[in-house]
């Protein structure tokens, strides 16, 4: 990858972070003037001092952190210097490189989907244009959340208020809440604003330390919809958990909508408040859980399809069946397949696919864990039978190991409670959800269980 490739590459990094026009504000015409891969050191050339000055106060850090994604290189030393290097910043083009992808894409053959559409957003609403209801594909484990987000544009602040989605990294939480943002500017023309739980957290302590409280109020409680994303990180946080318990009720008494997103339950959050968690469960709660094969091969195919290039059914299916466990990682595998084709122009090819997979970092997971390795380990651990576990006895020592695997087949491969009840000799989902919460909860305060999952984990990680 060369300097300027490099600078592209963060560049897409960085856009995805920044709001469109603060991204286009001060990305212009800056460049990549040295990058010392061994002494890790890049210097990073602006047109003037005014934006010097800015880069300085407000963008290093982020320079940083996408450079060190990148490269995969740490420390890094990044110092901003006034002149043109001699490639200048494509910001108006489609910069984007996907996070998880190493190498840079260069323009796919075609128009691709995201580029073909005008940057329309001129204020600092955090929306992303590219997540679309569209360009989001259905499957099992995620239309109840679609359909839910799409109630939610229909009738703002009335169907269900507030939406809280949840499920693990990757699954497209961020991407739902992106779409409702879009669609309802789209069809209303009222204001979404998204904003993470990390930034509506610095916010608020950087408001109240330049003494702007009001104003940070004022400017949260008077959006029609707010979207915030990964709440679970509110966590422990008392101040920011007062402050969002007001601004929550200032919106929904108004009936403004609220959606939440969080990589767990609202009960499942620790060190969150009572009044919050109440507040969370009073409208709908939908979860995300990892997309089947089927799934998978169609999400690729949109990808490509918007990408402009077509890859075969059988190497579409070969990285499907490789990469389960979220849809970052699969649009990474397929961004680095591409990468790769494109670098070198040549086509695809089944036997070149697995040779890219076997070289690199996503190896294909052969032992990627299965519920019914979890009920073997667990069975062996606790020396029960598996048909002890799946079967209706209520026995102290089979409801906990039963309990365990439940819980396990949630945290670690996140398997949706209606499948679970399924492996589990055909219960409920909310016995399901009843063993992760309780599972979830005990091991806080009970070493025992604590340590019998580490252990259990530990089996299940290192027999295959
Ligand atoms: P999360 O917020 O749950 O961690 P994201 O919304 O960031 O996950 O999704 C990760 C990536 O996968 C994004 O690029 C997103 O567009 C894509 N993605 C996730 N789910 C889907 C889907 N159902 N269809 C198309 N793309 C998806
Ligand atoms: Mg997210």
Redesign the pocket.
Known sequence: MNREELWQAILGELELELSRTNFKTWFKNTSMKVWDEGAGRAVIAVPNTFTKAWFEGKYLPAIKTALTRVTERTPIDVSIEIGRGESAARVDGPVRV??TSRVPLSEPPGVSVDAAKPSRRDSADGINY??TFE?????KA?ELA?AAALAVTDKPGVAYNPLFIY????????????AIGNKIYETTKRRALYVTCDRFTSDFIKAISQGRAQVFKDSYRTVDVLLI??IQFLSGKEGTQEEFFHTFNALHQTQKQIVI?S?RPPKAIPALENRLTTRFEWGMIVD?SA?DLE?RV??LK??CLSKGITLSDEILHYIAANVQS???E??GALNRLVAVHQLNQTVPTLESAKAIFVAGNVRPRKGALTPRQILDTVSQYFDVEVVQLTGASRKKELVVPRQITMFLMREEIRCSYPSIGQELGGRDHTTAMHAYTKIFEERKSNNRLEQDIELIRERLYNSH
């Open positions: 996907a996070t590219s997540y360009n989001f594909v259905v499957g995620n679609k499920g693990g990294s990757g699954l497209g939480k961020t991407h739902l809440l992106q994303d990964d997103s990589d995300i997309p799934t169609a999400i949109a990808k979220n849809v970052r699969l649009e």
